[in-house]
Nanobody, 119 residues
Framework: QVQLVESGGGLVQPGGSLRLSCAAS????????MAWYRQAPGKQRELIASITSDGSPDYSDSVKARFTISRDNVKKMMFLQIDNLEPEDTAVYYCKADGTRRLRGRIFWGQGTQVTVSS
């Protein structure tokens, strides 16, 4: 079993930066791809960045220039650095992990962390 807990959200002015964290319990050996999603008010949840177990990142075109995803398998953490925040980045940000090996086929979600960009 894997549990994910996000942190690092908050209220930020436009142009500011945030670093979101996702802490995983359980064995990282049983987690393959991890990802960050976000859901803005009235919109569907969207994938913004993902990272493989060996650290290869992938980004949606809409955030590629400002978002940086990373993970530390030893510390069981995943991160999302967001720079030059825009009001349109306001959303709840979710961490997701895909299980592998014994947890193959399982998908795990965190509870989300709110990011609000406003002056």
């Amino acid at each position: 079993q894997v549990q994910l807990v996000e942190s690092g959200g908050g209220l930020v002015q436009p142009g500011g930066s945030l670093r979101l964290s996702c802490a995983a319990s359980g064995s990282m050996f049983e987690i393959s791809v991890m990802a960050w999603y976000r859901q803005a008010p009235g919109k569907q949840r969207e994938l913004i960045a993902s990272i493989t177990s060996d650290g290869s990142p992938d980004y949606s075109d809409s955030v590629k220039a400002r978002f940086t995803i990373s993970r530390d398998n030893v510390k069981k953490m995943m991160f999302l650095q967001i720079d030059n925040l825009e009001p349109e980045d306001t959303a709840v940000y979710y961490c997701k992990a895909d299980g592998t090996r014994r947890l193959r086929g399982r998908i795990f979600w965190g509870q989300g962390t709110q990011v609000t960009v406003s002056s």
